[in-house]
């Protein structure tokens, strides 16, 4: 019968490895290959060993896009995720019409990021757009901004539609695991007196600690990768100044050729998204 067991175990995970064997682990061998080599994509890699790595924590550029990186995913987590959390103990309390709102703040989720990217770049145009035009009719032209190409405003520029978009993603997430505990501890906590925001502090935070622990990591790797908005807003303009790690790869490896050096950036980004996992993982345990 253990037999059976582990041939049935076996059989079910065997699909799944083959898989992630074919599409994550082989690509993942191949780019730390083409790494520690010097290629242009035609011709035939010539192996440098670290020279890549050297060469890419030597520049600036690369120091610079990955502090843009780090600045989207700090939004991420502490932005989104707290807002998505509030927004989802605020619909768990079934206040009238709660299904509709709740598909209302879900509802850009499901859109093309490439199609908000380009509704934003609408909304920031400084001549026409209609944020700079709101300020000057509420009298704050003051605060006009030339929103995509001031290096002093363009990274929030292009933090903020990724940032409304995906809060409804976490709010889901949170929502479904918030309506996971059971009924009889709410009404407890309501027995012994206990407000709205000692139940959300008390009870509801920790009993999903697990769940927001995968909430954030879902937003650190998915910043970590973020291509489609700053392609969209800015392609990385003016010069790296809006550029995250995936647009900066991409420009590397496929706008100057130099696909050896686009793969050692990429290995960076493997790296940071494994370790600051392990990170979330063991903060989140020992809450």
């Known amino acids: 019968m253990k037999i059976k067991n582990n041939t049935a175990v076996v059989l079910f995970i065997l699909p799944a490895s083959l898989m992630y064997t074919l599409f994550i682990i082989i690509p993942a061998g191949y780019n730390f290959f083409y790494s520690v080599t010097r290629w242009n994509g035609v011709s035939a890699p010539i192996f440098n060993g670290v020279a890549n790595y050297v060469r890419i924590f030597g520049t600036r550029d690369y120091w610079r896009v990955l502090v843009n990186t780090m600045r989207l995913l700090l939004a991420s987590v502490f932005i989104q995720v707290p807002i998505g959390m509030v927004l989802a103990y605020l619909l768990l309390h079934r206040t009238k019409g709660y299904k509709f709102f709740r598909t209302i703040m879900f509802f850009p989720v499901v859109v093309a990021p490439v199609a908000i ?3 934003f770049s609408l909304f920031y145009n400084s001549d026409v757009g209609p944020l700079n035009q709101l300020l000057s009719a509420v009298r704050l032209g003051a605060l006009r ?3 995509l190409s001031d290096v002093k405003v363009v990274m929030n520029s292009v933090i903020f539609p990724q940032i409304w978009q995906y809060i409804g993603y976490s709010l ?3 929502f479904t695991s918030m309506k996971a505990i059971p009924q009889e501890i709410f009404e407890s906590a309501d027995i012994d007196g206990a407000s709205s925001t000692q139940v959300f502090f008390s ?3 920790p009993m999903i600690m697990d769940t927001i622990v995968i909430a954030i990591i879902l937003v650190v ?3 970590l990768k973020s291509f489609d908005y700053c392609w969209a807003l800015t392609k ?8 995250l790690m995936s647009v900066f790869m991409y420009k590397t490896a496929f706008v100057q050729n130099q696909f050896g050096l686009g ?4 290995m960076t980004v493997l790296v ?3 370790g600051l996992t392990i990170i979330v993982k063991k903060i989140g345990s020992r809450v």
Request: aromatic fraction near 6%; proline fraction near 3%; charge should be positive.
């Open 221 to 223: 790797t998915g910043s």
């Open 236 to 243: 990385g303009g003016p010069g790296n100044a809006s550029a």
């Open 145 to 147: 901004r030339n929103w």
């Open 172 to 174: 889901v997430i949170l």
């Open 117 to 119: 990217g380009v509704m």
């Open 272 to 274: 940071y998204s494994i």
């Open 203 to 205: 009870i509801v935070i």
């Open 263 to 266: 793969s050692a950036i990429t």
